[in-house]
């Protein structure tokens, strides 16, 4: 047995190690830029946009891969707020057609299986084992990560819910 | 009379200054019939949005016995208004029913069902003039009194405003420069005292000095009652209440336009009135501001319009809040000619409807059944011609077709930055436009898509709140169960200690009596 608690230790500290020179070595100098961008994303690293997490997108962004009205649920206000850092300009278009979605729980398919609410990057998502599941309209983003986690497909995106305090005036459709 | 030596440069502004329009009045129609009092319908509906604000959270239960004056709903939030049952009867329940609003979405409302017997709640009479002007206002909120004139904002909140800041003036709106609307004009001559009282009541509340009441010149009859119920009552040591005629011209009824005519004061822009020591009140609002504070009665009932070329007695009634449309075009015999258009307030600014169970909340100033000769227009838009004469009408002095250009190529911010958020939304450039281009409507769709973008960007700060709380949560349950983990190993550990010691004790303890015994035994 203490050969192998030896032996384990050993290779734990060796590679701890290891990892510490690596990290010391090939530290990558991250831009100002790039930081100043993460801070302005919602931070749910939800995925949306297809890099990997928003710290992805802020250097997608800043090399230019990604357009600035590639966060969903940053909407047209990020869009304007990143186009106007990174100083190029905006297909507002393109972001207007995306209607914004929420999650909604289907209840009589709700198992109460919990593994929404474990996903959920914003506690949106209220339940507990063997409970129906609900979401919380006013915390979700419409990220989707609960709908690929779920095993009775009960949670699904539905376009935002249009109320009285919500409705716009439509803009005139020619002239 | 403080106002009655008008400074000469005021007038030569007043001559100079063109803006607005002159749509036909068509007020003759209704102006002339008393109000007349429209029973109760089978059911009454009261949605819960009545006021701008957050909507009213609802008390009673189905089939709950209800009086008139008691509270249904109660406000919520900074700035909200209460409702009050308009009758005695039973609470049908909460429904999703249509409700007075330009989207035709449905909403919440109670639904109460009248009893006939109009039962009230024992209600308190004061007089207002022994009451602290923080106890008027807080009278005037428990009474879920609005902004009658159609804005419906919580006069209260505005009230609230006088006791932080200094408001020297207060000023009656009595232009209603709306087209066929003459419900405050009725409202004048047939109950002036109400209307004089209220202002003296607003201005002890607000602590001010004076009181205008400002009505366009083409209601003598209203000017002259008012006059007469100002003098009447004038020998009470009160503030003077002052009535001044004002021209009629659209949209002069509005709060900007009233004021700046009548003081010769204009707001500053995005401000508001409090900032120039000014506050405008309408007329029905002081009237049932009088109601409730002389005798606590809530706001349950106001004066509606009944008219438009289509209605067979065009007249003025006086309607419980929450009575549908249908009611009042019934009392009023109907149609005579197909309607082309239902429209609910003025023809300016109010609202096409498609359904007449829609009800008559606080804000509802009219009815009109318009005949196809009163809507004729071209079917289709026309190309700006760019003849400015929007420019010329706008009365804050905007122009709308460079912000209609802006915003129909989606260039919100700038049409911000040439002052869109200054639009009053009155109308007048859309109402003098020879091609007819909406223009009202590309600014209050921008209006409503600035004020969605900021929703957005409050709900994403709190959204990142969230996110941090979360990964705080995440990070503090990791550590708390590396910590457990780590305390059961040592509680391990020492439970293992302590075993060995006690069988290591054992052993020696055994050890010693071992040859004691032995040592015993030998000897």
Redesign the interface.
């Known amino acids: 047995m203490l050969l192998a608690i030896l032996s384990l230790s050993v290779l734990g500290i060796t590679f701890g190690l290891l990892l510490g020179i690596a990290a010391r070595f090939f530290h990558v100098e991250r831009g100002g830029m790039e930081a100043e961008i993460e801070a302005m994303m919602?931070?749910?690293n939800c995925g949306q946009c297809g890099f990997p997490g928003c710290a992805g997108a802020a250097s997608a962004l800043v090399s230019g891969e990604a357009a600035p009205t590639c966060c969903p649920?940053?909407?047209?206000?990020?869009a304007e707020a990143l186009a106007l850092k990174l100083g190029v300009t905006l297909d507002?278009?393109a972001m207007?057609a995306q209607v914004?979605q929420i999650a909604e729980v289907r209840e009589e398919i709700c198992i109460g299986c919990t593994k929404c609410y474990k996903s959920c990057?914003?506690?949106?998502v209220l339940g507990a084992v063997k409970q129906i599941h609900a979401v919380i309209r006013?915390?979700c983003?419409g990220c989707a990560k609960c709908e690929n986690v779920c095993p009775t497909g009960a949670i699904e995106l539905k376009p935002v819910p249009?109320?009285?305090?919500?409705?716009?005036?439509?803009?005139?459709v020619?002239? | 009379m403080p106002f009655s030596t008008a400074p000469a440069r005021s007038l030569l502004r007043r001559l100079f200054e063109r803006w607005g329009a002159h749509p036909e009045g068509r007020k003759q129609l209704a102006a002339e019939t008393e109000i007349a009092t429209l029973p109760l319908p089978p059911q009454l509906i009261l949605p819960l949005a009545q006021h701008i604000g957050a909507p009213a959270r609802p008390l009673v239960q189905a089939g709950e016995r209800v009086l008139r004056g008691q509270l249904l709903a109660e406000a919520q939030g900074m700035i909200s208004a209460p409702l009050h049952a308009p009758t005695s009867g039973t609470i049908d329940g909460i429904g999703d029913v249509a409700v007075p609003h330009p989207s035709g979405l449905t909403g919440p409302a109670i639904l109460l069902t009248p009893d006939g017997l109009d039962e009230a709640i024992p209600a308190e009479s004061n007089d207002p003039f022994s009451l602290e002007p923080a106890e008027i206002s807080r009278r005037v909120a428990a009474a879920g009194i609005v902004g009658m004139g159609g804005a419906t904002f919580p006069a209260a909140v505005k009230l609230a405003l006088g006791q932080k800041t200094r408001i020297p003036t207060l000023i009656l709106n009595g232009g209603e420069c709306e087209p066929y609307l003459t419900c405050d004009d009725r409202l004048m001559r047939e109950r002036a005292d109400e209307v004089i009282d209220g202002a003296r009541i607003i201005l002890r509340a607000i602590g001010g000095d004076e009181a205008m009441i400002g009505v366009e010149d083409n209601k003598p009859e209203a000017i002259a009652a008012l006059r007469t119920a100002a003098l009447r009552t004038a020998a009470r040591d009160f503030a003077e209440v002052t009535v001044v005629p004002v021209p009629s011209r659209y949209p002069m009824g509005s709060e900007k336009q009233l004021i700046t005519w009548l003081t010769g004061k204009e707001i500053p822009a995005e401000g508001r009135p409090a900032d120039i020591g000014v506050m405008v009140q309408n007329v029905g609002t002081a009237a049932a501001i009088h109601r409730a504070i002389r005798f606590g009665e809530p706001l349950t009932r106001r004066i509606v319009t009944v008219s438009g070329g289509a209605i067979r007695t065009p007249r003025n009634l006086e309607v419980r809040i929450g009575t549908p449309l249908s009611a009042l075009v019934e009392f009023c015999g109907g149609t005579t000619r197909p309607v082309a258009r239902w429209v609910m307030g003025g023809p300016m600014m109010g609202l096409s409807i498609q359904s007449l169970d829609i009800p008559i909340i606080k804000g509802s100033g009219g009815v009109l059944a318009l005949c196809e000769a009163e809507v004729a227009g071209r079917p289709e838009p026309g190309p700006c011609i760019r003849c400015a004469s929007c420019v010329g009408a706008c009365p804050i002095g905007l122009m709308p077709l460079e912000m209609a250009a802006l915003i129909r190529n989606g260039d919100l911010k700038e049409s911000v930055a040439i002052g869109l958020k200054d639009c009053i939304g009155c109308g007048t450039c859309s109402f003098v436009c020879p091609s007819q281009i909406p223009l009202v409507q590309y600014f209050n769709h921008a209006k409503g898509e600035l004020a969605a973008q900021d929703r957005n960007k409050m709900k994403q700060d709190a959204i990142k709140q969230l996110v941090e709380a979360r990964d705080a949560r995440m990070e503090r349950e990791a550590r708390e169960k590396a910590e457990a983990a780590a305390r059961r190993k040592a509680e391990r550990e020492r439970a293992k200690a302590a075993a060995a010691e006690a069988a290591a004790a054992k052993a020696a303890a055994a050890a010693a009596t071992t040859p004691a015994k032995v040592e015993e035994t030998t000897t």
Do not use: H, I, R
């Not at chain 1, 649920?73 to 990020?78: A, M, S, V």
């Not at chain 1, 305090?165 to 439509?170: D, K, S, Y």
């Open positions: 919602p931070g749910t649920p940053g909407g047209l206000p990020l507002a278009g207007q914004p990057p914003t506690d949106a006013e915390a983003t249009v109320t009285l305090q919500t409705w716009v005036w439509p803009k005139p020619s002239a």
